[in-house]
């Protein structure tokens, strides 16, 4: 039985959702211990006129989840899966049902980073697909943040899980839209059980989210994003990460 902990850029700390550091038989390593998931509850503010209460409509255009105002930036939180899934980040619990196949959640943002966690819970196999998109408001374009799926459709493996991992590691300077302000950082999962040794029953995946203050200008897909045009400063917050370089430096227009 597998059960370790994937870290691909650093780590991000899970306590909030149960995980805990137990010690192992050797008392010189530890094992990942999953608590139970979160309420099965929506908290938090969402924004834009497709929201109502704690449930939002899936936009069908580029533009008819309104405009972030304040300096902060609209994001679109996209969940699927014929099982109930959470996504958690600071002031926020994102819950969908398993009666729901897909919901969408529009929430605003201001520059800087935001942990975010993806749960799945299943005692016969996970399937979880999580999608973040960043609305760029002058190019009225939605970028593709972020994108996780494992066992959607079917149910996750960990073979799926080590194919995800190698996805990842081969983003340039961890920019999933190069033509976004937002960079994925700290991506790891954890997981618990798995009854056949193939398929996890419990799924925690963690990121971070670095928001960038300049606000884009091209649309998804513009072939000259970040292509020669010079780099701008990381303005997320105001340390810069040490070390530059690629991996650590802004995102390029």
Request: aromatic fraction near 6%.
């Amino acid at each position: 039985m597998r059960n370790h902990t994937v870290a691909l850029a650093g780590s991000l700390g899970l306590v909030a959702l149960g995980l805990g550091a137990v010690p192992a038989c050797s008392g010189t390593a530890s094992q990942v211990k999953i608590g139970p998931p979160p309420a099965r509850v929506t908290t938090g503010p969402l924004a834009g006129p497709l929201c109502t209460d704690d449930q939002c409509t899936c936009r069908k255009g580029a533009d008819d989840a309104g405009m972030p105002e304040g300096g902060r930036k609209r994001f679109e939180l996209r969940l699927a899966s014929a099982q109930e899934l959470w996504v958690t980040l600071p002031g926020h619990q994102l819950y969908k049902s398993p009666e729901r196949a897909e919901a969408c959640f529009y929430i605003d943002l201001a520059p800087g980073k935001h942990p975010v966690t993806l749960r799945a819970s299943n005692k016969d196999g996970v399937s979880a697909a999580l999608e973040v998109h960043e609305l760029g408001v002058a190019a009225k374009s939605w970028y593709d943040t972020f994108k996780f799926a494992c066992g959607h459709p079917g149910v996750c493996s960990f073979e799926e899980l080590d194919g995800i991992k190698a996805t990842y590691a081969g983003i340039p300077r961890n920019l999933h839209d190069v033509c976004g302000s937002t960079r994925i950082k700290s991506i790891q999962w954890d997981h618990g059980k798995a009854p056949d040794g193939l398929h996890p029953s419990e799924l925690v995946v963690g990121l971070t989210l670095d928001i960038y203050k300049f606000m884009p200008d091209k649309p998804r897909g513009d072939t000259t994003c970040g292509a020669g045009e010079g780099r701008r400063q990381n303005t997320s917050d105001a340390d810069a990460d040490p070390g530059g370089g690629d991996d650590d430096g802004a995102p390029a227009e």
